[in-house]
């Protein structure tokens, strides 16, 4: 009798099994299954030579496996704008940030390829329905993952109102003025560095 | 792939990431209006103990207290 219940359960899942494997997915890095992995070969060749005792799990039993990306696009992007000493945006859902990446002005909108994009020193705009917030930042990263979270990383970030136009551009003329009279290679690397700040600064004011 | 073409300019001269990214945000910081400014600039403020180390016994250390203005 037990083992007729036995039987009786194993037949549903079986014929869920089926749907899946009908389904024609093509099988995707992203689609991680939602059960712990475990070592398969380590297992194996535990069961090999020691038959008897369990086999101890391995470090990558215990790591939970990536979140698959939901199925359908989401609405809103969440942006996590982090600096070292505070944390701006913590989950907050917005529509579109603009991100200013070396390869140029970067628009981050919900489903966006999943991407790591290293940041110049420019603007960042949040944008929320009708408010746009701008914040000027120094350097860092951008991590967009594929559940539509931005993370956005950076050592310094200031919004557009807090810069004084006077230091931006007295600092513009010192570094132009340091490029022309430096001698070694890190000199001129910094007053290059100076020039990019100061004219993103100075950027940031007028447009 | 381009393994080692376009390296930043920055690291073309010798200067690493974390150098580059420090240097950007002084500047920045240097260029805020007053409240702001002094309140960034005292984020950058460095304290540290050194002691140098002689036939391996440390000597007597010291305590520096280093800002970004160098």
């Known amino acids: 009798m037990l083992r007729q219940v036995s039987r009786l359960l194993g037949r549903p899942i079986a014929a869920q099994q089926q749907v899946k494997m009908l389904a024609g997915?093509?099988?995707?890095?992203?689609?991680?299954p939602a059960t712990p992995t475990e070592d398969?070969?380590?297992?194996e060749s535990w069961k090999k030579l020691i038959p008897n005792i369990e086999p101890p799990k391995t470090p990558s039993a215990f790591m939970k496996p990536r979140p698959p990306p939901p199925s359908s696009i989401p609405s809103k992007l969440t942006v996590n704008f982090v600096l070292p000493y505070e944390s701006v945006l913590s989950g907050k859902e917005v529509d579109m940030v603009i991100v200013p990446a070396t390869t140029g002005q970067m628009g981050v909108l919900p489903g966006h390829v999943p991407t790591i994009?290293?940041?110049k020193p420019g603007i960042l705009s949040v944008h929320e329905g009708n408010d746009v917030t701008k914040y000027l930042l120094s350097s860092g990263f951008a991590f967009i993952h594929a559940n539509s979270v931005a993370d956005i990383i950076v050592v310094e970030a200031v919004p557009i109102d807090r810069i004084d136009q006077n230091l931006v551009q007295k600092g513009l003329a010192e570094f132009t003025q340091k490029l022309n009279s430096a001698t070694t290679e890190l000199e001129k690397a910094e007053a290059q560095v100076g020039i990019d700040v100061h004219s993103a600064l100075n950027a940031a004011l007028t447009g | 792939m381009a393994s080692n073409a376009a390296v930043?300019?920055?690291?073309?001269?010798?200067?690493?990431?974390?150098?580059?990214?420090?240097?950007?945000?002084?500047?920045?910081r240097n260029c805020l209006k007053e409240p702001y400014r002094t309140e960034a600039l005292s984020r950058e403020k460095v304290h540290y103990s050194v002691s140098k180390w002689v036939d391996g016994n440390p000597e007597k250390p010291s305590i520096r207290s280093d800002t970004s203005q160098e």
């Open chain 1, 40 to 43: 398969s070969t380590f297992v």
């Open chain 1, 117 to 119: 994009a290293e940041l």
């Open chain 1, 25 to 32: 997915r093509a099988f995707f890095s992203t689609d991680v």
């Open chain 2, 8 to 28: 930043p300019f920055w690291r073309a001269a010798g200067m690493t990431y974390i150098t580059y990214s420090n240097i950007c945000a002084t500047m920045v």
